[in-house]
């Protein structure tokens, strides 16, 4: 059966249990925040560049793994690369638990991102397999958080981990939780890419029927493994290289990325330092990231749809990708305004509820610009939404494992203040030239483009 056609119970299935893996794998990715200072003490590390790449070289991982993984699952099907690369993961993930030297933690932190960026990578592709255009809004939500929110969540619970057992539980608990949702993916997610559906179903006729001629329009016999497989690993560089819509798009949700890594990175400077607040209640202060991702789902997820619905209704009945564009509008105006009240807040030490004001709306306003952008490669990608969330996420990640390098330096030469000002102009002016480039023109690049739907 066509997964759009699965009933509503089994398509939200997929769609959480897709989340869950998107949503522990980054936790990986800044639990380690609270711990750097002991974890560097207890494995030697010296310099703050490589405190900081025991953290951020989980992210290098993760912008390698999905030029592999994507084009893979649209070979294999979504539901076999996706928990093979998660078993990979969880392996390596708890090995770092053991780790006693920096060269073991940085190799298997290298490894468990490379499994780790499965989910990112795959995801949209799920979401576009399982639901109509006009239904992907609230999906995507949902699926969008999960990639902000287990950053933020991940920091809390290290804070305490750290504070009353030890950095190695923070790896051995996120494995745990990740060991459950890998049962019950094993026990409850279908797979959901139509073209490895058809495959399967087309390979059992033959067998029934003796009928070698009975292929689906996806299988090109006259192509050999080797082919194929080297067709589908070139399609992501590809479309990176060769889709301007695809590319503007990732660079604008890169650097929301990266902003959000930023200022994760900035936490703890800024609550042990300007705060004087010891890790454990200091790592409470990502909820205010968790609650502005939430409060931004709250209004996201049903405004989007209903956005979409109006203006299809309007334009005939026929509904455009573009159509997503609206909702980026406003956030052009919240994000640099979450931003600079946080920074500003922590340079003068006003009041805690502050500064986390000002994350609360920064959140908010990342998780309501990623998800637009999130549902217009989906919809824009539909049977090549796996390789071109994998060619965004490339770009996504790599600002993700870059910007926390670069943040002390900034934070040092400008200050928190000025520093947060400068990446608040800057987000200012890409969120309002992306929206009309992509509203004005994107219809006319999509045209020109052989991977996009329709």
């Known amino acids: 059966m066509n997964p759009k056609n699965w009933p509503k119970h089994k398509k939200w299935t997929a769609t959480i249990l897709v989340s869950c893996f998107t949503f522990i794998s980054p936790v990986s990715s800044t639990m380690l925040a609270p711990a750097l200072d002991t974890l560097a003490d207890d494995l030697n590390v010296e310099s703050d560049i490589e405190t900081y790449l025991l953290m951020s070289i989980f992210l290098l991982a993760y912008a390698v793994g999905p030029f592999v993984l994507a084009p893979l699952s649209e070979m294999y099907g979504r539901v076999v690369v996706l928990q093979s690369a998660n078993m990979f993961y969880l392996i390596f993930n708890t090995v770092c638990g053991f780790s006693t030297s920096k060269e073991q933690m940085l190799a298997f932190r290298f490894l468990s991102g490379l499994g780790g960026g499965a989910p990112q990578a795959l995801g949209g592709g799920v979401l576009s397999d399982c639901f109509r255009a006009e239904e992907r809004g609230t999906a995507t939500a949902i699926y969008s958080l999960a990639p902000f929110l287990g950053p933020a969540v991940g920091p809390i619970a290290a804070g305490y981990l750290t504070q009353y057992m030890s950095w190695r539980w923070i790896f051995w608990t996120v494995s745990i939780a990740d060991a459950v949702v890998q049962i019950l993916a094993f026990l409850f997610l279908s797979e959901t890419y139509a073209p490895k559906i058809l495959a399967v179903k087309a390979k059992k006729l033959r067998k029934l029927t003796g009928n070698k001629n009975l292929r689906t329009e996806y299988e090109r016999p006259d192509r050999t493994f080797g082919q194929t497989l080297g067709k589908n690993l070139v399609r992501p560089f590809r479309m990176l290289f060769t889709q301007p819509a695809l590319q503007i798009t990732a660079l604008y949700r890169a650097y929301l990325y990266g902003l959000m890594y930023l200022v994760l990175a900035s936490f703890p400077l800024v609550w042990s330092e300007q705060y004087d607040q010891e890790p454990g209640p200091a790592s409470l202060n990502y909820i205010s990231l968790g609650v502005g991702f939430v409060i931004g789902l ?30 980026m509008f406003p956030t052009a105006i919240v994000t640099p305004i979450g931003l600079l009240l946080y920074g500003i807040a922590a340079h003068f030490k006003i009041h805690w509820i502050v500064p986390n004001i000002g994350a609360a709306i920064l959140a908010a306003g990342l998780i309501l610009s990623f998800q637009c952008v999130q549902t217009y490669v989906i919809d824009s990608y539909e049977r090549y939404a796996a390789s071109a969330a994998g060619a965004a996420a490339f770009v996504r990640t790599m600002a993700g494992f870059s910007f926390p390098l670069f943040a002390p330096k900034l934070y040092d030469v400008l200050g928190i203040a000025w520093g947060n000002a400068l990446l608040s102009g800057i987000v200012l002016v890409m969120g309002i030239i992306v929206p009309v480039v992509m509203w004005k023109w994107g219809a006319w690049l999509r045209s020109k483009s052989q991977y996009c739907a329709g």
């Open 298 to 327: 709250q209004v996201s997820g049903p405004l989007i749809d209903k956005v979409y619905r109006t203006l299809k209704t309007r334009n005939n009945d026929t509904g455009l990708p573009e159509f997503r564009i609206p909702l």
